[in-house]
């Protein structure tokens, strides 16, 4: 078995795009972006473009992204999620995730909650809601500088919806802010930045307080 931290340092000093599934994804062209750094997927974003990395949390990913991503798979170790993520009412059975997870063992790297103290080198912490913020912490175990967000848009469009091109109208226009994952990137983007990394987000849509980077200066 695998933990997060055997990948630390994998990636060290490689550009690494964190892509999230907020609409800004689709301005740009991802074929591109991997040629430029190691890009680290959330969720289903596997399913839409090319990935290194793939994290993801949500119950109903998991045995889909475990089974069907082929690459280094990171996720939360399935002890956390009997203990504490309330799945009953979901379509998720736990004996057939343990399988998925069994079945491809040898690429997937888990991590626990943390929530006594700020530590990188153990497990992940403030990943109450935001999968792209399990990224941003993996990109910065793998080594990578500069990190850059894409699709971390932390927006809504709707009073219960987040920005998410999964969604099927994801792309009207923005309406407000997802103010929880705001703070949390924030706050994880300027302790990134306090360890002698940089990171951005690409171009200047979304809600989050961090330095834009344009593609043309990648």
């Excluded at 890009?39 to 069907?68: G, S």
Aim: glycine letters at 6%; hydrophobic letters at 40%.
């Amino acid at each position: 078995m695998f933990w997060i931290t055997d990948l630390k340092n994998k990636e060290r000093d490689e550009a690494a795009f964190v892509v999230g599934n907020g609409v800004s994804k689709t301005f740009y062209d991802m074929d591109e972006l991997s040629q430029k750094g190691i890009i680290i997927a959330c969720n289903y974003a596997y399913k839409d473009h090319v990935a290194d990395y793939l994290c993801y949390r949500d119950p109903l990913t998991l045995v889909p992204c475990t089974t069907e991503f082929k690459g280094p798979k990171i996720t939360l170790f399935i002890e956390n999620y009997m203990k504490s993520l309330d799945i009953k009412g979901l379509d998720v059975d736990p004996l057939e995730v343990a399988r998925a997870y069994r079945d491809n063992i040898k690429s997937v790297f888990f991590f626990k909650f943390l929530s006594e103290s700020f530590s990188f080198h153990e497990r992940v912490h403030l990943v109450n809601g935001s999968t792209g913020l399990i990224a941003l912490q993996v990109a910065y175990i793998l080594g990578c500088n500069p990190i850059i967000l894409v699709g971390c848009d932390c927006a809504r469009v709707k009073e219960d919806q987040s920005s998410n091109v999964h969604h099927d109208d994801s792309k009207v226009e923005m309406t407000g802010t997802h103010n929880r994952w705001k703070k949390q990137f924030n706050h994880m983007a300027r302790m990134i930045k306090s360890y002698g990394r940089e990171v951005y987000k690409l171009g200047d849509y979304g809600s989050l307080d961090i330095p834009v980077m344009e593609f043309k200066d990648i």
